[in-house]
């Protein structure tokens, strides 16, 4: 059981997110798009949200400043989030505007938000779960979506929250997370794309 937790922790871990929305979209986007559409959303966005937040984590921890990759403590885990809010914004301001997408400009915006809102907590002492915003966020873009482009994607947004209760369920029995950091990581990533929705839908 540990073994299958540990696993589902790091299939769906927040690294993972900016890049799965972006394919989520591209799935199911009626709108055409070329193959170098394609390729300039997806190729920057993987090296500015997976690669080089890894190698600033073996960085990290290689000088101490945090002691294993899921960041456990308070002050360790400002640290990724400083980062990642960085890469985000380049994001939203150098990547998307070059092959504009309005459906991904105010989706890295809400990730903006959910990641602003996570480490805003850390300076009041409450460690949410980014685990479960990273899934609140696909979660709440797969209905944004399915909402925006008329199209049945039911067994998506099933398989997202399905997924969610496998993750929140490891998380626990990993005693990774408490239940109020579950339920505070999923409504942060829920809220941080709804928020965003009359300015796109």
């Not at 299939?11 to 798009?33: A, D, N």
């Not at 409450?126 to 979506?145: A, E, P, V």
């Amino acid at each position: 059981m540990k073994g299958l937790s540990k696993l589902a922790s790091s299939i769906f871990h927040p690294l993972f997110t900016p890049v799965i929305g972006t394919l989520c979209y591209f799935k199911i986007t009626p709108q055409y798009y070329t193959a170098n559409l394609f390729m300039g959303n997806i190729l920057p966005i993987l090296i500015l949200t997976v690669i080089v937040p890894l190698v600033c984590y073996i960085i990290l921890r290689s000088v101490g400043a945090i002691s294993s990759f899921s960041a456990p403590s308070l002050e360790e885990r400002k640290y990724p989030l400083y980062i990642s809010l960085g890469l985000l914004l380049l994001i939203v301001y150098k990547v998307i505007p070059n092959n504009y997408s309005k459906e991904l400009f105010f989706f890295f915006l809400g990730l903006v938000a959910a990641t602003f809102s996570t480490l805003l907590l850390l300076f009041m002492r409450f460690k949410s779960s980014m685990h479960l915003m990273g899934l609140g966020t696909l979660t709440m873009l797969l209905i944004n979506l399915s909402v925006h482009f008329e199209v049945n994607i039911i067994f998506a947004i099933a398989t997202a929250i399905i997924c969610t209760g496998i993750v929140a369920t490891s998380r626990l029995y990993l005693k990774a997370n408490s239940n109020s950091e579950i339920i505070v990581g999923f409504l942060i990533g829920l809220v941080s794309q709804f928020i965003t929705i009359k300015y796109w839908l």
